[in-house]
């Protein structure tokens, strides 16, 4: 939970970030009125957390943390405890605490970013008192006008902003909207690691901690979302460059991590995009009817020469519950991420051998998880293995056990389980009537998110 924040004196100090210092204005808002509608939170207890407009660095004066605020309503800063103490931490399972304080500086130093931050807190709220199910209201005012704006990020606040929107579309459901939003997080990430023509890896090294969160979070969603859209992903030579084990630089430190933001290991990341890189070859090649079955399994076989590596060094020495937690996540994204690869490699049949062991491989990778006090943790992070597992299954009790850990998710009124549910039904609905599937068409007709 975030701590309070003392207020002190107001000034006008203004100090801003490397990404704001150079470049224009970001957008404005003009959202409607019912923006601005309060809805009592039902916790009671919540700690009050003052607001501010442009936060400046603290400054440390007898252990107490010290800023220059200038208030805003009392509307936007309910929102804003809401979001900062109800919906953080299910936007981003496995981050640690720090998250806290990178993500409360960026909402009070970026319009974009804080009106994106309440919007996404009254969603949840609404949610949590039934007013959504998984879907957004067609007529919401705000929702309406925010699917109809191009955000095109110019400051971290901005990228933020839009990483928030996809949040909001995957409280939603799922689907809309979110491609256009996750494109310009992953433009505005790409282009800060671009920048100066340096090495990726010390690009990412050099970076703030809100922007090196920002950059990670862009090359999660963009790497899941290629094997939802069938393209390749826009991280694909920059993850190269920081992961493949041939050409990048070994290295431990939680800078270049995306086990303490994902909860996935590098090696595993990058095995993802290179298989949704595969599948768009393969699928480039067969429409132009050239396809070489030897250089597909080649190329297959070297991806699964990277996820069945062990020499992993982003295991820690120590274990606790949340380290566990990530390591079991990882694992369920290595078993996973082999079903993936044998799809494409050998089509969506059910029977290949190698799709068959690693879906049982999957599956008792989350009955691992299962004895965890935080079991939902690993389940709500693995929406996209259980998608890809259950489609590709025909075994009666592993349907059960996928649909099972999905609808135990149901508690909770925001995100896509009960939508992935419904898809993985229809998959089953087509096979056992003898139609042909493509599990990646149907998830890429439905436009949905897989995170």
Same mark, same amino acid.
């Given at each position: 939970?975030?701590?309070?924040?003392?207020?002190?004196?107001?000034?006008?100090?203004?100090?801003?970030?490397?990404?704001?210092?150079?470049?224009?204005?970001?957008?404005?808002?003009?959202?409607?009125?019912?923006?601005?509608?309060?809805?009592?939170?039902?916790?009671?207890?919540?700690?009050?957390?003052?607001?501010?407009?442009?936060?400046?660095?603290?400054?440390?004066?007898?252990?107490?943390?010290?800023?220059?605020?200038?208030?805003?309503?009392?509307?936007?800063?309910?929102?804003?405890?809401?979001? #900062?103490?109800?919906?953080?931490?299910?936007?981003?399972?496995?981050?640690?605490?720090?998250?806290?304080?990178?993500?409360?500086?960026?909402?009070?130093?970026?319009?974009?970013?804080?009106?994106?931050?309440?919007?996404?807190?009254?969603?949840?709220?609404?949610?949590?008192?039934?007013?959504?199910?998984?879907?957004?209201?067609?007529?919401?005012?705000?929702?309406?006008?925010?699917?109809?704006?191009?955000?095109?990020?110019?400051?971290?606040?901005?990228?933020?902003?839009?990483?928030? #929107?996809?949040?909001?579309?995957?409280?939603?459901?799922?689907?809309?909207?979110?491609?256009?939003?996750?494109?310009?997080?992953?433009?505005?990430?790409?282009?800060?690691?671009?920048?100066?023509?340096?090495?990726?890896?010390?690009?990412?090294?050099?970076?703030?901690?809100?922007?090196?969160?920002?950059?990670?979070?862009?090359?999660?969603?963009?790497?899941?979302?290629?094997?939802?859209?069938?393209?390749?992903?826009?991280?694909?030579?920059?993850?190269?460059?920081?992961?493949?084990?041939?050409?990048?630089?070994?290295?431990?430190?939680?800078?270049?991590?995306? #086990?303490?933001?994902?909860?996935?290991?590098?090696?595993?990341?990058?095995?993802?995009?290179?298989?949704?890189?595969?599948?768009?070859?393969?699928?480039?090649?067969?429409?132009?009817?050239?396809?070489?079955?030897?250089?597909?399994?080649?190329?297959?076989?070297?991806?699964?020469?990277?996820?069945?590596?062990?020499?992993?060094?982003?295991?820690?020495?120590?274990?606790?519950?949340?380290?566990? !937690?990530?390591?079991?996540?990882?694992?369920?994204?290595?078993?996973?991420?082999?079903?993936?690869?044998?799809?494409?490699?050998?089509?969506?049949?059910?029977?290949?051998?190698?799709?068959?062991?690693?879906?049982?491989?999957?599956?008792?990778?989350?009955?691992?998880?299962?004895?965890?006090?935080?079991?939902?943790?690993?389940?709500?992070?693995?929406?996209?293995?259980?998608?890809?597992?259950?489609?590709?299954?025909?075994?009666?009790?592993? !349907?059960?056990?996928?649909?099972?850990?999905?609808?135990?998710?149901?508690?909770?009124?925001?995100?896509?389980?009960?939508?992935?549910?419904?898809?993985?039904?229809?998959?089953?609905?087509?096979?056992?009537?003898?139609?042909?599937?493509?599990? !990646?068409?149907?998830?890429?007709?439905?436009?949905?998110?897989?995170?």
């Amino acid at each position: 939970m975030l701590p309070a924040y003392p207020s002190t004196t107001y000034t006008t100090s203004l100090e801003q970030s490397w990404t704001q210092s150079n470049l224009p204005r970001p957008h404005t808002s003009d959202f409607s009125p019912t923006y601005h509608a309060y809805f009592p939170d039902e916790d009671d207890n919540n700690i009050v957390i003052p607001s501010g407009y442009l936060l400046p660095q603290p400054v440390n004066y007898s252990n107490a943390i010290h800023h220059n605020w200038v208030n805003l309503n009392m509307q936007q800063n309910a929102s804003l405890q809401h979001y #900062m103490q109800h919906v953080l931490r299910i936007q981003y399972l496995h981050a640690d605490g720090s998250i806290d304080n990178l993500i409360w500086k960026l909402i009070h130093s970026s319009d974009s970013a804080r009106e994106a931050a309440c919007l996404l807190a009254d969603l949840h709220r609404k949610s949590t008192q039934g007013a959504i199910g998984f879907s957004a209201p067609a007529d919401h005012d705000v929702y309406t006008r925010i699917q109809g704006s191009a955000v095109i990020p110019v400051t971290e606040g901005d990228a933020l902003a839009s990483l928030c #929107m996809v949040s909001y579309f995957l409280f939603s459901g799922g689907q809309g909207q979110w491609q256009a939003f996750l494109d310009s997080a992953c433009e505005f990430s790409i282009k800060v690691l671009q920048r100066n023509h340096v090495a990726p890896d010390w690009a990412l090294r050099s970076c703030s901690e809100s922007m090196r969160f920002i950059i990670k979070t862009s090359m999660w969603f963009d790497v899941l979302a290629s094997a939802t859209l069938i393209r390749r992903p826009k991280f694909l030579e920059l993850l190269r460059a920081l992961y493949d084990p041939d050409i990048a630089v070994h290295d431990a430190r939680q800078e270049l991590s995306m #086990m303490v933001v994902m909860g996935c290991e590098n090696r595993i990341v990058l095995a993802l995009a290179e298989i949704a890189d595969l599948a768009c070859w393969k699928d480039e090649c067969r429409r132009a009817g050239k396809l070489s079955v030897p250089e597909l399994v080649r190329r297959g076989q070297r991806i699964e020469t990277i996820l069945k590596s062990t020499n992993d060094p982003e295991h820690p020495s120590y274990d606790t519950e949340k380290t566990r !937690r990530r390591r079991l996540t990882s694992d369920v994204f290595r078993a996973s991420a082999l079903v993936y690869l044998h799809s494409v490699i050998s089509g969506d049949h059910p029977q290949c051998p190698e799709i068959m062991t690693n879906i049982a491989e999957t599956v008792e990778c989350l009955r691992r998880a299962e004895d965890l006090s935080t079991a939902r943790h690993v389940v709500r992070s693995v929406v996209f293995s259980i998608c890809i597992c259950g489609c590709l299954t025909d075994v009666p009790h592993y !349907r059960n056990y996928f649909l099972r850990r999905l609808q135990e998710q149901q508690t909770e009124t925001v995100g896509n389980c009960t939508r992935v549910a419904q898809l993985m039904r229809e998959v089953w609905s087509s096979r056992e009537r003898g139609e042909p599937v493509d599990w !990646r068409v149907v998830m890429q007709q439905s436009q949905m998110l897989l995170v």
